[in-house]
């Protein structure tokens, strides 16, 4: 009979604790997915109020307990957006480029526009409908990340093999590559003050090879690379002068195709992106005016800083001068004698990230047969799709989630830093005319497509997608980081409860116990 009343009374016990979670749990986004593309429906709640009584109070606790530690979404978790195959992503950006340059603007246009990555959805921190995502590439595997954050316990674990005499786990390298003039330094210094200083190569995250100080390492093999990083122990390194090498996808291939060997190194894909006129704009102020060569040295006498369509113009010759060269960028052999000559090309982070297979071409872009460019485009675009994550450079400091998430990285207390001069923040909208800016837009429309698809993915994956083994994540958009600002805590931001449970909390824990974990 007592085991009876038990059973009886556990079902309203049960409707009780349910139905005081949906007062306290607090109301968030859609969430789907997790590092691996699993689907996990949650529960949606909305509201606290004031909570009495013995029962009340455990319930109440256990809801605080379950807001802090299970990620927490509406009804529409069911109806999540899926994840996108990487033929169809390739086939929709190559559709968009093939528009007229007003149909394009109008496409990518987030006020008055089509806005066809709903950006201006996800810039509120929302997900969009499900039904509309069809852009949004599944994620590379976790093991890379999770041995770049754990980094510090498998140096441990290398230092007990080396006694025992079996093979040590290898740490991640973080590789950044680096587009010239799109916060790589502002990155760097980010892993500075997240890594510890010998885990960091000096020269702006790039290593050295004397005579070299800022050596190429996207000509190195995937040999040279494994080697210089278990000599070196460093665990970032950044690829700026030369494209990316596709080559280096294939070292955590081998990983997953392991055959029982000690497991090579493993790599973590990053970037950083710039509104592609912002990023041309502020290579033109740095490379073209600000570092202005000197004709005679002996006399000091500086050349007078070019036009920025003379500047274009030049550097349109130097890359195609490299292009031609047996040592130029993307070559894989010499250093060449012009590291610069491609910074200054159109659609520069759709030829970085093609491999360099991207041609030399001006505009207008609609002079260019699709069969120049297509493959290079199509290209860069699997290329991001296995990038761990794209940052676009100007959502850093609002929105840190999806670099915090993958890198375990906390203090964004600085984002834009540069190697020399002032910081300026570019607006080509307002340096340039209209005609110049509907020309330069024409050129480098493929960097457009690109910029806005990878800033949606990323918006995507810090509202949309709960990453694999974080805590709750606040469906709420980000305060600012000031530059100066204390850094916040990861924990603080995806563990501390909304102020509507503070307040159910300091209302039903008692006193004595409310500094105690729970």
């Given at each position: 009979m007592r085991w009876d009343g038990k059973v009886a009374g556990f079902f309203p016990r049960l409707a009780f604790a349910l139905a005081i979670a949906q007062i306290v749990l607090p109301p968030v986004h859609l969430v789907v997915g997790s590092h691996d593309n699993e689907t996990k429906p949650r529960r949606f709640a909305k509201g606290t109020e004031q909570l009495d009584g013995p029962l009340a109070r455990r319930k109440a606790i256990m809801s605080v307990k379950m807001a802090d530690m299970a990620d927490v979404a509406s009804s529409d978790a069911y109806r999540h957006p899926g994840i996108t195959p990487t033929k169809a992503i390739v086939a929709k950006l190559v559709k968009l480029a093939r528009l007229s340059t007003a149909a394009l603007k109008f496409q990518l246009d987030v006020t008055d526009g089509a806005d066809v990555f709903e950006l201006k959805t996800l810039e509120r921190g929302e997900c969009p409908s499900p039904s509309t995502i069809d852009w949004l590439p599944a994620r590379p595997r976790a093991e890379a990340a999770q041995h770049f954050r754990r980094r510090g316990k498998l140096v441990s674990q290398a230092n007990h093999s080396r006694k025992d005499g079996s093979d040590p786990p290898r740490p991640a390298l973080l590789w950044y590559e680096h587009v010239s003039k799109a916060g790589g330094t502002s990155f760097c210094q980010l892993a500075r003050n997240n890594m510890k200083r010998r885990e960091v190569p000096r020269y702006y995250c790039m290593p050295s090879e004397p005579p070299i100080v800022d050596a190429r390492v996207g000509q190195w093999s995937n040999e040279k690379l494994d080697a210089w990083q278990a000599e070196q122990k460093k665990n970032i390194v950044s690829n700026e002068w030369e494209p990316f090498p596709l080559a280096r996808f294939e070292m955590n291939k081998e990983l997953a195709e392991g055959n029982g060997a000690a497991p090579p190194l493993?790599?973590?894909?990053?970037?950083?992106?710039?509104e592609p006129?912002?990023?041309?704009?502020?290579a033109y102020h740095f490379w073209g005016v600000l570092k202005t060569g000197v004709r005679n040295r002996k006399s000091l006498k500086k050349e007078k800083p070019p036009l920025l369509f003379d500047w274009l113009r030049d550097m349109k010759a130097r890359a195609l001068n490299d292009s031609l060269s047996a040592v130029g960028m993307g070559k894989g052999v010499g250093t060449g004698k012009d590291k610069f000559a491609r910074v200054g090309q159109p659609n520069?982070?759709?030829w970085k990230f093609s491999g360099g297979s991207l041609p030399v071409f001006g505009w207008p872009f609609s002079d260019q047969p699709e069969e120049a460019w297509a493959p290079s485009f199509e290209q860069a675009v699997r290329t991001l799709t296995q990038f761990d994550v794209a940052i676009p450079m100007e959502d850093l400091s609002e929105h840190p989630e999806p670099l915090q998430d993958l890198l375990g990285w906390h203090d964004f207390s600085i984002t834009h830093v540069v190697s020399?001069?002032?910081v300026v923040n570019n607006d080509a909208h307002g340096e340039l005319g209209t005609?110049?800016?509907?020309?330069?837009f024409d050129a480098n429309r493929l960097d457009y497509i690109l910029h806005s698809w990878t800033h949606a993915v990323y918006l995507a994956r810090a509202y949309c997608v709960a990453p694999e083994g974080s805590h709750v994540q606040q469906r709420v958009k980000k305060s600012k980081v000031s530059a100066g600002a204390p850094a916040v805590p990861v924990k603080a931001q995806y563990k501390a409860p909304t102020a509507p449970i503070v307040e159910a909390r300091r209302a039903i824990v008692p006193k004595r116990n409310r500094n105690k974990k729970t």
């Open positions: 493993l790599l973590v894909f990053v970037t950083t992106l710039r006129l912002n990023r041309l704009l502020s520069f982070a759709t020399d001069g002032k005609e110049e800016h509907l020309k330069l």
